[in-house]
């Protein structure tokens, strides 16, 4: 099996010039990509080596602060103390490191960074001459806002924290780095601000990340998988956004941020329910339009979860609660259809999350084009075929509408779909009720972090539900979530007096 970065932690460099890079070439033996350049200094005495990866460096940075630098410099650099010289009076670059094993070296390399060695020196320099390309800042697809901030996150770990610091001016927020993976060594950053997050809680993030034994982190969702307290459950128990403002403003809650390498997506903990009803931009729009908004959110929960279940348990068990002229309609239109309730919506259910799917997966013009013909053209022709009934067509589609207004319990939705339909055909509306009274209690008891995930609904009162069904003015929104240490947010004009 080929040695991992780590395994080089106790090989230290020689200061011999020619061993060194001998070492380097061994283990990059099968990369093209390496590049290696010895360089004279200007006294003719000394020798020096450059060892960086092509396309991961600045080469105008490479030239102009290291090599014409150790070319043209007439500095005599001793033979003591030669890299702290030749770090403080020739080189121009902003970050130079000390390294002394070869896994620090491989690790600056790899990261974007040149390692400069000198002849007679023991120690190497990692000089920051990073040089990669980013996607650059683009507004989220997914997260994307009538009125508020159109910038989102990029896959550099290290630009996302500087946009997260563009929102937190203050010393008091802290960025953590560890690294995740056997082979990938991904730079995670666990980011908070020290005087409201509990420590308790960052102690335990982090010593779970730590615990993660695996070969490479591509995305959050790897760390979330890790990290989730209940792994089986279908609900989150970690948030996911990729706009700066949403992370800054979960900071200043007392949450905690988790930040990859290679990823847009940033996880934040603890997450509480009523997180899943909340839309970037409540909090840029009017309260009263926000608060409309965020009770449209509950109603179509309950509507994607329970329309098609409460149709097929009215239509199989209950048709007496029917007014009669409704359900002699049903019953006409549903004539000559050749499936049971059942089969015919869970059909309709299954072929209405393709054609979501498949618009989502196609190009965007296409993504149009076929939820146009797969909505009107197909569904118009399956009714006229009988071989659904256009009352569950209707049934289904307002589930499936509904659904999209919640887009962060997608999965949850379409589980809990699937299951209510089928203990509604089997038990009525006993069934149904069976099934969203154990989801309910199942929601109380999750907890994030030792967060309970119902804390902002829990106490029926102004001051715990301010900002769960409705948003309320920012005037009466002066404390942050009960799980937070300081829960002041803002002070009254009294109080300051």
Request: hydrophobic share 45%.
């Amino acid at each position: 099996m080929a040695p991992l970065t780590k395994d080089y932690s106790s090989v230290y460099l020689t200061e011999n010039l020619d061993e060194n890079i001998k070492i380097i070439k061994e283990i990059f033996k099968k990369d093209s990509t390496l590049r290696i350049r010895r360089i004279k200094l200007k006294d003719n005495v000394n020798e020096c080596a450059i060892i960086y990866i092509d396309g991961m460096i600045n080469n105008e940075v490479l030239n102009d602060s290291v090599v014409r630098p150790l070319i043209t410099a007439a500095v005599d650099i001793g033979e003591k103390g030669k890299i702290e010289e030749i770090s403080s009076k020739i080189l121009f670059v902003n970050d130079a490191n000390k390294a002394k094993t070869v896994a620090d070296m491989l690790r600056a390399i790899l990261y974007g960074d040149t390692i400069l060695l000198v002849s007679g020196s023991s120690v190497a320099l990692s000089l920051n001459t990073k040089g990669w390309r980013t996607r650059g800042i683009s507004e989220p697809q997914e997260e994307r806002v009538l009125q508020g901030p159109r910038e989102g996150f990029d896959e550099a770990a290290m630009f996302n924290l500087a946009m997260l610091r563009r929102k937190l001016l203050t010393p008091d927020l802290c960025a953590e780095m560890l690294r995740v993976g056997r082979r990938s060594e991904t730079i995670v950053f666990i980011c908070y601000l020290e005087s409201l997050a509990d420590k308790q809680c960052v102690k335990e993030l982090k010593k779970k990340i730590e615990k993660i034994d695996i070969d490479g982190i591509l995305d959050t969702n790897y760390i979330a998988e890790y990290i989730r307290p209940h792994r089986f459950s279908l609900l989150k128990t970690t948030g996911t956004t990729e706009r700066p403002d949403v992370v800054a403003a979960r900071l200043l809650e007392g949450r905690i941020a988790v930040i990859v390498d290679g990823t847009p997506v940033v996880l934040t903990l603890p997450y509480l329910f009523s997180e899943n009803f909340q839309s970037d931009e409540d909090y840029y729009l009017n309260f009263f339009v926000a608060s409309v908004g965020r009770f449209l959110r509950f109603v179509c929960f309950f509507l994607a979860v329970s329309a098609p279940a409460i149709f097929v348990a009215l239509t199989t068990f209950h048709k007496q609660l029917l007014p009669t002229s409704f359900a002699l309609s049903v019953a006409q239109l549903r004539g000559g259809v050749p499936f049971s309730a059942l089969i015919e919506c869970l059909l309709l259910i299954f072929v209405f999350e393709i054609l979501k799917e498949t618009g989502l997966r196609m190009p965007q013009s296409l993504g149009h084009a076929l939820s146009i013909v797969g909505g009107l053209v197909v569904g118009q022709a399956a009714v006229e075929a009988r071989i659904v009934s256009a009352p569950m067509l209707i049934a289904v589609a307002l589930s499936g509408i509904s659904g999209l207004m919640i887009p962060r319990l997608k999965g949850v939705v379409f589980y809990l779909r699937v299951a209510a339909v089928l203990v509604s055909s089997l038990l009525g509306l006993y069934g149904f009720i069976a099934l969203m009274s154990i989801f309910v209690v199942r929601v109380f008891s999750i907890k994030s972090f030792g967060v309970d995930y119902t804390a902002s609904i829990r106490n029926p009162d102004f001051e715990h539900l301010k900002d769960t069904f409705f948003r309320a003015p920012w005037e009466y929104m002066k404390t942050r979530p009960v799980f937070n240490k300081n829960i002041i947010r803002a002070r009254d004009e009294k109080d300051e007096d």
